[in-house]
Structure formats: C-alpha cells, structure tokens
C-alpha cells in the first residue's frame, strides 16, 4: 500500500485518523502499532512476523544492554550480538541472492542455485532505525524503552515504515509518551502531505513516464539521452521527497515531529553540498553510527580516505543488491574525496552558474549509474549521452520530449526554493488562507484525476 493510492487515502487513513482521535491517550500507541501492522501487511502478511521478531530481538537486547551498561565489556558483546543479527537479517533477505550471483562467477561454485527470497519491503529502513535504539541506549544517549508497545509503536509506525525517512530513536523519544496533537499541528500535516502528493502524481509520475519510453531507447540521440536521463532526475527527487513529505504529513497529523529529509539538493554547487541536502536523515544515520565511529576526519588522510568510501561502499550497498549501487557509492565516495582534498575551494571562487553546473552534471550522471542495473545498458546509455553517432534527435523521440517540456521546466522550477518562496508569499496575502484551502482542495482533485486515469504509480524506494 502506497500513500498515492486511492485505497490508502479514501479506506485506511479514512478509517485510521478518527478512530486514532477517539481512542484515549493511553492505547494511541498501541492503535499505531497494530494498525500499522496491517499497512505493512497488506501486501505481504507474511513479513509481519519478522517486524514482530525484529520489535521483540531489540526490545530484549536493549533491556539487557541498559542492565549491563556499566560493565562495558559485557555491554559491547550484546550490542555487537544485536547488530550481527540485525545486520544477518538484512543481508539474509536483501543480498543472498547477490552474494551466491557474485560467487558463482568463481568456476568452483558456478554450480551453485541462486535464492529466490522475496524482499520485505522497507527493511533496510527499519532495521536501521532498530540498530540506532540500541546503539544510543548502548551510549546513554537514550533511556531502555521497557514498553514493548511504544518501542513497536516506534519500528512500525506507518508514515515512515516504508521508506522513512530514518527516524533515530532519540529524534522521538519523548514523542513516543508525550506528543501533543492539536488542529495547527494537524492541519500542517494536512499541507505537507497534499505537497508530497503533489509531488509524487502530478510530477514523479509523469517524468516516470517519460523515462519509461525513452530508457530503453538508444536510439533517441543525444538530446534524447539527455531527456531521458533529467527525467529521471526529476522522477526520483519528487517521488522520494514527496514520499517524505507525505511521511511528515502524516506523523504531524498524528502528533509527531519528523525531521526533514530533502533541502533543495538540485541548488547545489558542490557533491559535498549535495549530499548535505538529499537524503539527509540516511546521511545523519551513516555520519552518525559508522563514519564518527570509524575515525571521522579527524585522522590522518589515509584513515580519512578509508573512512570515507567505507561509508560510501555501504551506502550503496544499503540501496540495493547490485553492482551498480556499488558503483554509484564508490563514484560519489571519490568525487567527495577530490573536493575535500582539491576541488572545494577552487569551486567557491567560481561564478555560482559555473560550480553549479558542475554539480548538477556529476549528479545527474550518478542517476544513470544508480538506475541501471545492467552495466552494459547503463554503459550503452551513458555512450548514448556523449555521442552524436545517432544525431541529436530521434524523429520517434522528437514529439515525446516536445510534449513533456513544459512539465520539466515546471519540474525545475519546483525543485527550487524560489518557487517554495513565491508560493508562501501569495499565501501570505490578506485572506491566504482561503487560497491555500483552494489550492488544497484543487490539488486533491488533480492528483485523484491523475490515479484514476492512469495505473502508473510506481514508488522507486520500494526496492530498497
């Protein structure tokens, strides 16, 4: 069940919010909790049982963790048991199947079966918000949550299940017992999750279908490649980022207070800057358990450069099992490298069109590399990017592009904290409030329309 879905707004939350607004107090969370169980199974029921397990192995583990955390030793051996077993359960689910692939590439086990074992959805989401539970109460960062409900309430709770954003356990912590729902904070869930919709239907989907057509077509010519290519550029930043705000929205609604998880990442001028803006809760959580962990930079360059693309070798490899991801994980590792070490200063002392444009191009050359998972279509695309062998343009592909251009141009636009700007300004006017009430409603409208019509509402986030 995706949140742009008809049978999730006009069925689930429909039935979810009053009920959850006449329970009392004291059982909202375990309403949560087991409704979003059945969010989470809804799809796939089976897997309830392993977020049951997975609540249950970190509920044990942290009590055991906050009754021996004076004695150090003790404490690190069941932390280091907790996340071997959180870790064994991601990579049992998500990267057997790659593992026995890459082995099978040695001729002593070409023999081997590859495992056919579905993927739980949002795993790599919820496994890390459960290892940073026991990693800070390991720390002290945090109390043991001795309410099984509340720390369940925390893995599963629907917003942000599926695909986040990360939320840390010390983030909620206090929210947990003690939020506050009110009609203000209700009501700006309400917006934030009508501007994800938005986002997500009228936008990401369409530059979905664009990328959809012109992806497997090589044969479109270089401003085809292009296209195609910004396309998905789009496609993934308003269907990720939309996806995030609808998760805010829906956590305001029911009292809670979810950080940001995009600023603006296509204004960048730099892959550092970048990577400050897109994804910022994933990045949070590897600076956060692994990067500081490891040393941070505050070492001497060869650790630094170990540290930095051991973190970038496992982001990738948190995206998917495939080779590409560790491509993209790695390019980005090094490009991140050279600005540290050569690039950042020189890229402030240029014109801000000349950096941007640097940045904007590395990047949107990093989404070729994520979205294929075929190296040798992502190296016949990426071919097809920097080669006038077919021409500019297709003939096929001229009226395709023709026809979406206006989308992508508003698709830019909105990318870009000019137009937040404008549009809080025109709300802001005397009696703003009633546009905004409109431009809900009519958004509401357009995005139903654009669901009912078309069977196209794929979520990229879903396969990681």
Not at 144 to 154: D, H, P, S
Not at 219 to 229: D, K
Request: glycine share 8%; charged share 15%.
């Amino acid at each position: 069940m995706v949140f742009s879905s008809l049978i999730f707004i006009f069925v689930y939350l429909a039935i979810v919010l009053p009920v959850y607004y006449i329970c009392p107090k004291k059982i909202r969370n375990a309403f949560l909790f087991a409704v979003s169980l059945v969010f989470y199974g809804y799809g796939e029921p089976v897997f309830i049982l392993l977020m049951i397990f997975s609540v249950a192995m970190n509920y044990v583990f942290g009590i055991l963790i906050g009754k021996h955390r004076e004695n150090k030793k003790k404490a690190k051996a069941l932390l280091v048991a907790n996340v071997v077993l959180n870790l064994g359960l991601l990579g049992f689910f998500k990267y057997a199947g790659f593992f026995v692939d890459t082995l099978k590439l040695v001729p002593l086990f070409s023999g081997l079966e590859t495992p056919d074992i579905p993927l739980p959805i949002g795993i790599s989401f919820y496994t890390f918000q459960t290892m940073s539970y026991t990693i800070d109460v390991y720390r002290g960062g945090c109390k043991v949550q001795k309410n099984f409900v509340a720390l369940g309430t925390y893995v599963a709770l629907f917003p942000q299940l599926i695909a986040g954003p990360i939320v840390m356990y010390v983030d909620v912590e206090n929210q947990l017992m003690h939020r506050t729902e009110n009609w203000d904070k209700f009501t700006r869930g309400v917006k934030l999750f009508m501007v994800g919709m938005a986002k997500k239907v009228l936008i990401a989907n369409q530059m979905g279908n664009l990328w959809a057509e012109l992806k497997p077509d090589t044969e479109s010519g270089l401003i085809g490649a292009w296209v195609g290519i910004i396309a998905f550029t789009l496609q993934i930043y308003f269907d990720f980022s939309g996806y995030s705000d609808m998760a805010r929205g829906l956590g305001n609604m029911l009292g809670f207070d979810f950080l940001k998880n995009f600023d603006f990442p296509y204004i960048s001028k730099s892959i550092t800057e970048f990577w400050r803006r897109w994804h910022m809760s994933l990045g949070s959580w590897f600076r956060e358990y692994v990067y500081i962990p490891l040393g941070g930079n505050r070492c001497k360059p060869l650790r630094h450069v170990f540290n930095i693309m051991a973190v970038w070798f496992l982001t990738g490899m948190w995206h998917g099992a495939s080779w590409n991801f560790i491509l993209w994980g790695v390019y980005f590792g090094v490009i991140l490298l050279v600005e540290k070490y050569f690039l950042l200063k020189r890229l402030e002392k240029l014109p801000a069109a000349f950096s941007h444009a640097y940045a904007l191009f590395l990047i949107i050359l990093g989404w070729a590399i994520f979205d294929f998972t075929d190296m040798a279509q992502m190296g016949e695309y990426i071919g097809a990017m920097f080669s006038l062998e077919k021409g500019l343009i297709s003939s096929e592909a001229m009226p395709l592009v023709l026809g979406y251009l206006p989308l992508i141009a508003v698709g830019w636009f909105m990318s870009l904290p000019v137009a937040r700007k404008l549009i809080l300004k025109v709300f802001s006017v005397k009696g703003g409030w009633a546009l905004e009430t409109v431009a809900c409603v009519v958004t509401m409208l357009l995005c139903v329309a654009s669901l009912v019509s078309s069977s196209y509402n794929p979520f990229l986030y879903f396969r990681f």
